[in-house]
């Protein structure tokens, strides 16, 4: 039986500020569509409600905690196939029993030279073929608190259990316990980060119809009101094909969309039921008559609350933004600069709130965002991509040889020097 080890050095501080944490609920969270629930994937019968009290093993575990995963599962009882690719999941296959909360992670910590650790150290994707549980302590008599699906993003506490064999995890407004052999973590999660990014199209429109084929004169077979999101499965240019319910999909014209891109989270108990109910009113909507629910082209903007004399006073402004939000927490995949994001997220987050639209990780910036520039032409406002063959951390350059970004779980939101690790290149987004 081989064990993978990964080790985690908790500092003084760190530690006492996890024995004094309390649970902050992001408010923003990038879910993936709900996934109705089938027979062979009910709940095994354990209460899943939300008042269950959490377990904190990881607290007990010392300064030091080791993540061990198995890498032959044949004679569990509870295993289900395991695919590494299907982001969406699959709605068959049976779903185990899992774990839940912990701690939503260590407040940032100075930065020193020479004590970089990897963004990515304590990453976890959900491995799965549709869902699993989460719990709250680590076995399957656990409460169930919510459920992680596949493609999901956690970031690891700890390990847990008699053969620490469990993860404490935290995924947007879940905390608990999931068995480590459901995930893909550190650096095999880096590796393929990428690609568990879902990709939306969020109407603008004041209605938008969902059609049957890409075509104007093609049946409607739905319809979604501005501000409401659906998952993209194919961009055809003039048409978007994207998943309309949990079992249908169709097309909407992509004039009258925006598209973001979000990882997905676990899911309380209580989104779980929200999200089903969202879908059972899409398919209310099939139901309705396009005389009764007539499509709304129109779009209305915003105008910008701030106008710029000139782009140095833009970068500027980006930059003073960016440092209300120092000292904030890390989390994978986070779509709040409020309650915690990632590197990628802090950058286009960022540049969001300014109008800006760029890619949701450190490769689809430094491949798409704005336009190349050497180092030596950097100005405050501007990506920094670091890596060796590939981007794997962004950051925001704030001038003076300095960058503001999302370092790690553990420092959170810091200043660093600009040289601190090899630029792979720099992105003028302005001008």
Not at 409 to 431: E, P, W
Request: charged content about 25%.
């Amino acid at each position: 039986m081989k064990h993978r080890r990964i080790t985690v050095g908790v500092c003084a501080a760190a530690l006492a500020a996890v024995l004094v944490y309390t649970a902050v609920a992001a408010q923003e969270t990038g879910n993936a569509d709900p996934k109705l629930q089938t027979e062979d994937e009910a709940p095994d019968g354990t209460d899943g409600g939300q008042d269950a009290q959490i377990q904190t093993p990881c607290l007990e575990a010392g300064i030091q905690f080791f993540f061990e995963r198995e890498s032959s599962h044949e004679d569990s009882a509870e295993q289900i196939a395991l695919t590494g690719t299907d982001v969406t999941g699959n709605t068959e296959g049976a779903e185990p029993p899992e774990g839940t909360e912990g701690s939503e992670g260590t407040e940032p910590a100075e930065e020193t030279e020479g004590s970089e650790e990897s963004e990515y150290a304590d990453l976890a994707i959900a491995n799965v073929r549709h869902y699993v549980n989460v719990r709250n302590a680590p076995g399957t008599d656990g409460a169930i608190v919510g459920r992680i699906y596949n493609g999901a993003v956690a970031q690891v506490l700890c390990s847990a259990g008699e053969n620490q064999d469990w993860f404490q995890v935290v995924s947007g407004n879940v905390e608990g316990y999931i068995k480590a052999e459901y995930f893909l973590y550190g650096d095999e999660a880096a590796a393929v980060i990428d690609d568990y990014v879902t990709r939306y199209a969020v109407v603008e429109a004041t209605r938008l119809n969902v059609r049957k084929e890409p075509d104007l004169e093609a049946r409607r077979i739905g319809y979604i009101d501005r501000g409401e999101k659906v998952r993209i499965l194919e961009d055809m240019g003039e048409w978007l094909k994207v998943q309309y319910t949990d079992d249908s999909s169709g097309y909407v014209a992509s004039e009258y969309v925006s598209v973001s891109e979000e990882f997905a989270y676990a899911k309380t108990m209580e989104e779980v039921e929200q999200e089903l109910a969202a879908q059972r009113a899409l398919k209310e909507r099939q139901e309705t008559s396009e005389t009764t629910a007539q499509e709304d082209t129109d779009i209305s903007v915003a105008p910008p609350n701030t106008t710029y004399a000139t782009n140095d006073e833009l970068r500027q402004q980006i930059v003073d933004y960016a440092m209300q939000f120092l000292g904030n927490k890390y989390r994978h995949g986070g779509q709040s600069l409020t309650t915690g994001t990632d590197c990628s997220g802090f950058t286009s987050l960022i540049y969001k709130d300014f109008g800006y639209s760029i890619s949701r990780t450190p490769s689809g910036q430094l491949s798409s965002a704005g336009r190349s520039i050497d180092y030596s032409e950097a100005k405050p406002g501007d990506i920094i991509c670091y890596g060796s063959q590939k981007c794997t951390h962004v950051a925001l350059y704030i001038g003076d040889g300095q960058i503001i970004h999302a370092a790690n779980s553990r420092k959170g939101v810091i200043i660093s020097q600009a040289d601190y690790d090899h630029i792979l290149g720099v992105k003028n987004v302005i001008d």
